[in-house]
T-cell receptor, first 119, second 111 residues
Framework: EPEVTQTPSHQVTQMGQEVILRCVPI?????FYWYRQILGQKVEFLVS????????KSEIFDDQFSVERPDGSNFTLKIRSTKLEDSAMYFC?????????????????FGPGTRLTVL | KQEVTQIPAALSVPEGENLVLNCSFT??????LQWFRQDPGKGLTSLLL?????REQTSGRLNASLDKSSGRSTLYIAASQPGDSATYLC??????????FGAGTILRVKS
């Protein structure tokens, strides 16, 4: 069964360093997302992406964050200068087309997550 | 701002029992509602998706209902098994493909 994969499973970095989290969405999906879950808190939406551009982003997704689909299979989240409060589990998700347009509103399938620890 | 609340926060039941998990949301302007299962330290597994025009969805022993006007959804699990033990998350789909999550219900099914 197709699934979303994420690498690495755990990333440890020093405050101020740049990190890139990688995701391979389900192959025929067109809509991609990043969410995060700080330990003990709710899962929070960061950004949605379609047709090589951001469709929607949350207040959390500030200038320190960027997303990219560098090739036909990968979807990445970059944090330019990590802060202690960026420590969280980061989930990538993807969905298929339900209707035409930049929003899908179809079922979202999540990857296993990358645990980011900022020291 | 949309707020999603799940009740109860935790639930412990003996194996074989039927159970109901509740989810409520404050803004009825949703596009869909999705139920997930999360095992400790793991990702989210999609269980059911209900579009805003639908009233319920079924998958095996799971049945989810949606009452959009009253801002409520329930997840019914029939004949619970120890393997059902996990955290169950409810998420509503907002404009922009954004899912807004509840805090979850931690379910423990005792054998």
């Amino acid at each position: 069964e197709p699934e979303v994969t994420q690498t690495p499973s755990h990333q440890v970095t020093q405050m101020g360093q740049e990190v890139i989290l990688r995701c391979v969405p389900i192959s025929n999906h067109l809509y991609f997302y990043w969410y995060r879950q700080i330990l003990g808190q709710k899962v929070e939406f960061l950004v949605s992406f379609y047709n090589n551009e951001i469709s929607e982003k949350s207040e959390i997704f500030d200038d320190q964050f960027s997303v990219e689909r560098p090739d036909g299979s990968n979807f990445t989240l970059k944090i330019r200068s990590t802060k202690l409060e960026d420590s969280a589990m980061y989930f990538c998700a993807s969905s298929d087309r339900l209707t035409s347009g930049r929003f899908s509103y179809n079922e979202q399938f999540f990857g296993p997550g990358t645990r980011l620890t900022v020291l | 701002k949309q707020e999603v609340t799940q009740i109860p926060a935790a639930l412990s039941v003996p194996e074989g029992e039927n159970l109901v998990l509740n989810c409520s949301f404050t803004d009825s302007a949703i596009y869909n509602l999705q139920w997930f299962r999360q095992d400790p330290g793991k990702g989210l597994t999609s269980l059911l998706l209900i579009q805003s025009s639908q009233r319920e969805q079924t998958s095996g022993r799971l049945n989810a209902s949606l009452d959009k006007s009253s801002g409520r959804s329930t997840l019914y699990i029939a004949a619970s098994q120890p393997g059902d033990s996990a955290t169950y998350l409810c998420a509503v789909g907002q404009y922009g493909n954004k899912l807004v999550f509840g805090a979850g219900t931690i379910l423990r099914v005792k054998s």
